[in-house]
């Protein structure tokens, strides 16, 4: 009896863990310790714009790059019928050893970081050109793993990079106070410094290829960049903030932004608009923002709680205590409406094909309105006032 009394104890609280478990899965608690539901939705698609395979970052911090040069794939599909699968390791090859000029130049008073904006692969294009995927050896391959894993190459480079400004290797030492601590940074670079990181970065991601053969045709990285009918000059950062004026150009102040390329300030109602008549029009928008609140990450889905209206007010409250930040990009392709009729965007992201809708995510209106730091977009797509007021 005492071990019948015992299998119906240890039953009894399996099943209450169970249960426990089953409405751990049905809810989720957001930043505010709201309940939110996290059950599968379904959605109407009212407009979808075609796109690129989705692709995997694994343990890398590069949305950034993925999301954008995804975006620029659906550029050219969206122009010239064509599919292409463009390298995300160039962009990082050549962002990062950017980043680590940048920071030198700086004096240390920068960031180095796997994280970055559209901006970051706009430039490496102007500058340096492209390549196709197989053009560098496939993400992770360097190191023995099946994707991309900055977790060992990345703090190497930071640490690298450091050194060459800080006798200490740590900045954070360098908060100075008094006469006697400044020492702690370099008299000068040290020399052939460039030579270091280039090699170090070119052990993990692969060293860009000068010349290479694609469908038969020999390219450079910048021929190569020429050939894929694109405008560098068209395209724009738009974004939404009162602490500077509206109608103006001004430097987002987020720590991934280190290239200090400014961005269009707008209200947010128009800035909503500029992405609604940019997708109604067939134009893909890359989509820079905040994930770490309302975000159900298993479920793919962003939305708010019940009864939250965005407000240009609670942007900026948000942004300036740090509830809303600037940590992912991703590109929103499309409009649907779920089974309430609520709107939502969708959206690429680069996490695999992982969650309900296997790499694909439904983003709510409102929460776009709330949680975007930055869109980037061909300024043809924007609507005829906006796109004469930015030039």
């Not at 405008?231 to 602490?243: A, E, G, K, Q, R």
């Amino acid at each position: 009896m005492k071990i019948l009394s015992r299998i119906k104890s240890a039953f009894f609280l399996f099943a209450m863990c169970a249960v426990s478990l089953c409405i751990m899965a049905l809810t989720t608690v957001n930043a505010s310790g709201q309940e939110v539901k996290t059950l599968k939705k379904t959605f109407k698609t009212i407009k979808e714009i075609p796109i690129t395979s989705i692709k995997n970052q694994y343990r890398s911090g590069t949305c950034w790059n993925y999301a954008t040069l995804g975006f620029f794939e659906s550029e050219i599909l969206r122009k010239t019928g064509k599919s292409y699968d463009l390298c995300e390791m160039f962009v990082v090859n050549k962002d990062y050893m950017d980043c680590a000029t940048h920071y030198v130049r700086m004096h240390g008073y920068s960031q180095i970081s796997e994280g970055g904006s559209c901006d970051d692969v706009l430039e490496v294009i102007r500058n340096h050109g492209i390549c196709p995927e197989d053009a560098m050896p496939a993400p992770g391959s360097l190191t023995g793993d099946s994707l991309a894993n900055f977790k060992v190459f990345f703090p190497e480079l930071e640490q690298m990079v450091s050194n060459i400004v800080w006798s200490s290797g740590e900045r954070e030492l360098n908060r100075f106070t008094t006469e006697e601590q400044k020492p702690l940074r370099n008299k000068e670079p040290k020399p052939n410094w460039k030579e270091s990181v280039q090699q170090l970065i070119d052990k993990y991601v692969g060293k860009c290829p000068e010349s290479f053969v694609y469908e038969g045709k020999s390219y450079t990285p910048k021929s190569f960049a020429e050939s894929l009918n694109l405008n560098l000059d068209d395209y724009v950062s738009i974004t939404s903030y009162t602490h500077h004026p509206f109608n103006q150009w001004f430097v987002i102040e987020a720590p991934y932004k280190w290239r200090l390329t400014p961005s269009y300030n707008i209200p947010i109602d128009q800035l909503m608009e500029a992405i609604d008549v940019a997708i109604d029009a067939g134009y893909t928008v890359a989509w820079g923002g905040d994930v770490s609140g309302n975000f159900l990450r298993r479920e793919g889905l962003a939305m708010l709680p019940d009864g939250v209206v965005p407000t240009q007010q609670m942007r900026q409250q948000e942004w300036d205590n740090w509830t809303f930040t600037y940590d992912h990009v991703m590109l929103i392709y499309g409009k649907a409406i779920d089974e309430n009729g609520k709107p939502y965007y969708l959206v690429k992201n680069s996490w695999g094909k992982s969650g309900y809708y296997k790499g694909i995510w439904y983003m709510s209106r409102d929460y776009i309105m709330l949680n975007t730091t930055y869109i980037f977009l061909n300024r043809n797509a924007l609507p005829k006032k906006l796109r004469k007021a930015v030039g």
